[in-house]
């Protein structure tokens, strides 16, 4: 099976298209897959959680397997942090006990209230960014409005809740990423810190997506700078504008003709298309068996057009869905 498959970061997608045969300069074989391989298997993880590197990392190394780590960062010392872009916070919070979040108001509000500081306040914007994409837009009003409520009485607090993105014990250098980077492995943007971009105004949605971008060309060069995973997966119609100019690939969204994409939250099969190309999300999540892991990698197999990007978060228990080394080094192998 190995010989089958080609292995590769988002970064080295290439078909080869160079039908052109010319007489004594020997023969052009057109493939499918580089090698001619049966199909191609992305290894990706998200948030730069510390136990990617620490743990899954090394057993990739072991087996020649690269990956695409998409880091936030906003967590590595050195970088542009994250910061609300825009008037003053308490102008902004004086007019909400006057004015309800409406379609006028809400991308600077939801802005803001993330750096409104309290870890709670932090999850207003989450879940006011969740209610929106999902389509339920005065809801997402309502929890803001409630949320700038709780900020103009102080009664929004700090807590102790595990932000799986943002673990305090995530404490990789940028010396650390350009030395995994020698390694093969392709290190890429997941912003500056993991906000829900749909919900951003355009200044802080810009800043969020550039920032990163620039810190990592600086720190690894423009190489690193080719693609990106917009947090939460989102395919947000006004988010993926912005993003595909400052990006050439986003693990979202890469609009070909030839490329059928099926994310993670499709349920639609990969035999089923007729695209010449399938690009097919899954997500190793914690419950997520090593049978059916198996299974995704059977039906790369059984066609010759599948490109199957496996997306995993948390690993031995620290970050979101986590799966164990255990686990990675069964199925990697």
């Keep these: 099976m190995k010989n089958r498959i080609a292995f590769f970061g988002i970064v ?58 998409y880091i936030i960062t906003g967590k590595v010392n050195g970088s542009g942090k994250g910061q609300f872009i825009g008037r003053p916070a308490d102008e902004i919070i004086k007019e909400t006990a006057s004015s309800k979040t409406n379609q006028d108001n809400f991308f600077e509000r939801a802005s803001l209230i993330a750096y409104t500081g309290t870890s709670e306040a932090v999850e207003y914007h989450s879940n006011a960014g969740s209610l929106f994409e999902s389509g339920k837009i005065t809801e997402a009003y309502e929890l803001i409005d409630e949320g700038y409520e709780q900020i103009r009485n102080g009664y929004l607090k700090n807590t102790d809740d595990v932000v799986f993105h943002n673990n305090a014990v995530d404490t990789t250098t940028w010396a650390d990423y350009k030395r995994f980077a020698a390694e093969g492995h392709e290190i890429a943007s997941h912003t500056v810190t993991h906000a829900r971009l749909a919900i951003l105004d355009e200044d802080n949605l810009l800043y969020e997506l550039e920032q990163s971008k620039a810190d990592i060309q600086h720190f690894l060069g423009e190489k690193y700078t080719f693609s990106a995973e917009c947090p939460y997966g989102t395919e947000n119609e006004r988010v993926m504008e912005y993003a595909q ?47 059916v892991m198996k299974s995704w990698v059977d039906t790369c197999m059984a066609h010759d057009n599948i490109w199957l990007v496996l997306v995993f978060h948390g690993i031995d228990g620290i970050g979101w869905e986590s799966k164990t080394g255990e686990e990675l080094e069964e199925y990697f192998n």
């Design 12 to 69: 080295l997608f290439f078909l080869s298209c160079n039908t052109k045969m010319e007489e004594n300069v020997g023969h052009t074989f057109i493939t499918k897959w580089p090698g001619d391989k049966q199909s191609a298997i992305s290894i990706t993880y998200d948030d730069g959680i510390i136990n990617q590197l620490t743990v899954a990392r090394p057993i990739m190394n072991k087996l020649g397997l690269p990956g695409t780590f």
């Design 245 to 291: 100019k400052i990006y050439p690939a986003l693990r979202n969204r890469m609009p070909e003709s030839y490329l059928d994409e099926l994310n993670r939250s499709s349920k639609r099969q990969p035999g089923e298309s007729e695209k010449e190309y399938v690009q097919w999300q899954r997500g190793p999540l914690t419950n997520v068996s090593m049978e």
